[in-house]
Nanobody, 120 residues
Framework: QVQLVESGGGLVQAGGSLRLSCVASGSIFSINDMGWYRQAPGKQRELVAT???????DYAASVKGRFTISRGNAKNTVSLQMNSLKPEDTAVYFCAAQVVFTSLALRDYWGQGTQVTVSS
């Protein structure tokens, strides 16, 4: 059983910063892509940022220059440093990971989500 556990959400004023963290645990051989998505009320879930095991990153245009994704040395953790937050960043943020098992099977997993609220 694989679990992704997020932490670090909360309430912050516009212009402030938050750092989200996610740890993957379970019978994991390795993790390919690991990243963050968000879903605001009434909107579809959207990509925020991802990072491959090789270090390549992808950011949503709306967060480039403000958010930074990083992965831990153990490769089963991912963090998102969010600076210069705007009210439109308010959403539930989900950690996601493409897990590789010893059988080389792949499966995508999601965390339970953490609320980020940015007040104006």
């Amino acid at each position: 059983q694989v679990q992704l556990v997020e932490s670090g959400g909360g309430l912050v004023q516009a212009g402030g910063s938050l750092r989200l963290s996610c740890v993957a645990s379970g019978s994991i051989f390795s993790i390919n892509d690991m990243g963050w998505y968000r879903q605001a009320p009434g909107k579809q879930r959207e990509l925020v940022a991802t990072k491959t095991s090789g270090g390549s990153t992808d950011y949503a245009a709306s967060v480039k220059g403000r958010f930074t994704i990083s992965r831990g040395n153990a490769k089963n953790t991912v963090s998102l440093q969010m600076n210069s937050l705007k009210p439109e960043d308010t959403a539930v943020y989900f950690c996601a990971a493409q897990v590789v098992f010893t059988s080389l099977a792949l499966r995508d997993y999601w965390g339970q989500g953490t609320q980020v609220t940015v007040s104006s």
